[in-house]
């Protein structure tokens, strides 16, 4: 695991601006860097040591010399790459996963991403013909960063090591701010500072004579096998999760766990610790309401799993959020990232490496909106003018009628309903009013390429490719990166893996989710494996937060009142409107924390990375926060 950034052309002090770029990134890699320059392009690393018989010293050259890699993440079947390349004449020093990557595609060129089992982010530099090949794994799980700026190529595993290069100054993009303000982070390849482009998951670039093209490798294919049985689909997604934590847990470094009391972070917790015994970590609230940490202290307990558990109070919340919106490089009002900041935290004081469940609600229908998919599945085939006379009828029943809403939504097509968990903080009919200028990109330009892609699928399919390629990336994998290697923490997602993958692509709506409940066939397979009821047939609960009740009180509803009053929130927002939502959420008129956390994290964000909220300064403040744990 690591870091690094890099930029093409030849400039007098590019040695101590890179020195600066790694500096902001040291984070990502405590335990050393590395340069390499040319005439035409400068490299910088960084490492984060997992294991001393192993060094991960990057750039690493090929043979000739000719090409180099730097890399960041792991890749879990690199022995069998190697063995495979080795009979082909490759000869290996420590066969790390840079190594094997860049022989793998001295070989093969791109096709040998589609065999790579892991996760990703790399850049090979080709020094004689002066082109650079690079990708991004398929979840999303390690972030790429790139800006065309002239002629030259600025890209790196965050964006905050391009503020000190003298060619990036740093901007809002105001197309995505409303963008941002409905998902609460932004989607796709856009980012909120103007010019600055994420490599999407799934794909590879190219950089030849001085122009970015971009190609996909791989695409979330939907093809359900209506040929097997519940229980079959149960027993092989045990197999799968056994088998793959069994591969992300090889290797010296011992590798600890989450534990949220969940369903998903439980059922990663036990089969590791069948494997191998593995220290777990929690975090809750001294608002016993919200907490889950009784639920996973009682679980570690049954189980004979070793945990390590830490309660977050609001001040140690808030203390932390301009830290927190600092690692991040974007904003993503997401309450959870604060939390997760003090977990990954709290396990790095024991390990350098941890598991995390993301991926398993996107995988197999675990979202309470997929029920209502699979009942639309039945319902839409009644024809669409008798669903319309429903829905119509329907509108002029009191809302609390049972039925109502589904009868309403029954007439509008998945995509008039169904964007991102079908739930945005602002709705878009209120940015017009909010927003002083919104120019924004729409939720329906963002989701389109993903539903046309999904026409033939069944329609739960076609609201988890939504959720793996717009919320899984956006939001869950977004955080779990930014926040482990905050702590200079190596997060490891055992069910974003390709097996594990392949195989939940296969299973049928019915067998994924229920009238009554989601995850069925996951729950099924976790109780095969010796999960308890209590467990196994858990509610989602996310990752709640207090934040509701916290801007309530004054001492925190009147820190947000100041940042959102400030003279920059007037250059963005109706201010008059952002103190209604403050005065109506703390009197109890209206609950709209989620939206007032969205606007105080973008304005958080523009104080970091853009400059002070009073206006007085328009430049990036380069300088990075100071942790509190």
Not at 11 to 20: G, L, P, Q
Not at 230 to 241: E, K, N
């Amino acid at each position: 695991m690591s870091g690094f950034v890099g930029f093409t052309g030849d400039f007098a002090s590019k040695h101590e601006a890179m020195d600066a770029m790694l500096e902001a990134i040291a984070h990502r890699g405590p335990d050393g860097s590395t340069t390499h320059f040319d005439d035409y392009l400068s490299l910088g690393f960084r490492e984060l040591a997992l294991c001393k018989s192993a060094p991960n010293a990057q750039p690493v050259f090929s043979a000739d010399g000719n090409k180099l890699i730097v890399f960041d993440g792991e890749i879990y079947n690199r022995e069998l790459l190697q063995a495979r390349l080795s009979t082909a004449g490759y000869v290996f020093g420590t066969g790390t996963s840079a190594e094997v990557v860049l022989a793998a595609y001295e070989e093969y060129g791109s096709k040998f991403l589609n065999e790579l089992r892991g996760m990703w982010s790399f850049v090979i530099y080709d020094r004689k013909a002066r082109t650079l090949f690079g990708s991004r794994d398929r979840f999303g799980i390690k972030p790429f960063y790139y800006s065309v700026i002239g002629d030259n190529l600025l890209f790196g595993s965050e964006v905050k090591s391009f503020l000190p290069h003298p060619d990036f100054t740093p901007a809002v993009n105001t197309r995505v701010l409303g963008t941002y303000l409905n998902f609460g982070f932004v989607p796709g390849t856009n980012t909120i500072f103007a010019d600055v482009c994420k490599l999407a998951p799934g794909h590879y670039f190219e950089y030849v004579n001085d122009t970015m093209t971009i190609n996909e490798y791989h695409r979330f294919n939907f093809e359900p096998d209506n040929s097997r049985d519940f229980d079959d689909w149960a027993r092989s997604i045990s197999g799968a999760i056994t088998e793959s934590v069994d591969v992300h847990k090889a290797g010296s470094v011992d590798v600890g766990s989450f534990l949220s009391g969940g369903i998903d972070s439980s059922y990663l917790a036990k089969v590791a610790n069948d494997i191998k015994p593995t220290k777990t970590f929690s975090v809750g609230y001294t608002e016993e309401q919200y907490s889950e940490l009784p639920y996973a202290q009682a679980f570690a307990k049954r189980f004979n799993i070793e945990n390590f558990a830490k309660d977050i109070t609001s001040d140690m919340y808030f203390d932390i959020a301009r830290t927190v919106v600092h690692h991040l490089d974007e904003p993503l009002a997401d309450p959870s990232c604060l939390s997760l900041y003090y977990v990954c935290a709290n396990a790095r004081q024991h390990v350098t490496a941890t598991f995390s469940g993301e991926g398993a609600d996107e995988m197999f229908a675990g979202y309470n909106p997929y029920r209502d998919g699979l009942r639309m599945d039945k319902y839409n085939r009644i024809p669409l003018t008798v669903r319309k006379a429903v829905a119509a009828a329907a509108r002029a029943l009191p809302s609390s009628v049972p039925g109502r809403n589904f009868f309403i939504r029954g007439a509008k097509s998945i995509e008039q309903r169904y964007f991102q968990a079908g739930n945005f903080i602002f709705d878009p009919s209120e940015l017009d009013i909010l927003l002083l200028d919104n120019n924004s990109i729409t939720p329906e330009e963002v989701v389109a390429p993903f539903y046309a892609q999904t026409e033939s699928a069944e329609t739960v399919s076609r609201m988890q490719a939504i959720d793996l390629n717009v919320w899984g990336p956006g939001d869950i994998m977004l955080k779990a990166d930014k926040m482990s290697m905050a702590n200079s923490l190596q997060v490891r997602c055992p069910l974003c893996d390709i097996e594990v993958l392949n195989l939940a692509l296969q299973i049928p709506a019915k067998h994924k989710v229920s009238k009554a409940d989601t995850k069925i066939s996951l729950r099924a397979a976790a109780r095969l494996d010796g999960i308890d009821d209590a467990t196994a047939g858990k509610k989602k609960l996310g990752f709640p937060v207090p934040l509701r009740d916290w801007l309530r009180r004054d001492e925190y509803s009147r820190l947000v009142q100041d940042v959102c009053n400030s003279e920059v929130a007037s250059r963005y927002f109706n201010v008059d409107i952002l103190n209604k939502m403050i005065d109506d959420h703390k009197s109890g008129t209206a609950d709209t924390y989620r939206k007032i956390w969205a606007v105080y994290i973008f304005l958080l964000w523009h104080e970091v990375f853009i400059g002070p909220l009073d206006g007085s300064l328009d430049e990036p403040l380069n300088g990075s926060p100071s942790d509190e744990n």
